[in-house]
């Protein structure tokens, strides 16, 4: 098996929340305090834009409950393309909130997350 073999079956399928997850595992521990507090606000902006999302999913179910033709919906690959839209959207947001909770974990626990940091060098050596 090749490295971009290995490499594809040990991520999986390309998605943005599972891109966020993997970039975080190998940079968390080089962030400031100042940088973790600007990712924990990822959580907030999830929030909002699952609000947003709602809203625009459902003003496009009303429009299309109030169309007779359907709008633009005569073909399957319209809804299939809206839909996946959607789809990546929310894995979007479900990234941006892993990232918001894995930062405010941080900040909330440096202890835990700079134990590493704190071995005593012959500790380190073995």
Do not use: C
């Not at 900040?107 to 134990?115: G, R, T, V």
Request: no cysteine.
């Amino acid at each position: 098996m090749s490295a971009n073999e290995h490499d594809k079956q040990r991520l999986g399928v390309r998605s943005i929340s599972k891109a966020i997850d993997t970039l975080w595992g190998t940079s968390a521990d080089q962030l400031s305090q100042q940088e973790l507090e600007w990712f924990a606000g990822f959580t907030d902006a999830a929030r909002n834009d699952a609000e947003d999302l709602a809203r625009i999913v459902s003003g496009i179910g009303f429009l299309i409950d109030n169309d007779s033709d359907a709008g633009n919906f005569k073909d399957k690959r319209e809804v299939m393309r809206l839909l996946t839209t959607i789809s990546n959207q929310i894995d979007t947001i479900a990234g941006m909130i892993t990232l918001g909770d894995y930062a405010s974990s941080r900040l909330m626990h440096p202890d835990i997350y700079n134990a590493h940091l704190k071995q005593k060098p012959e500790e380190t050596a073995k």
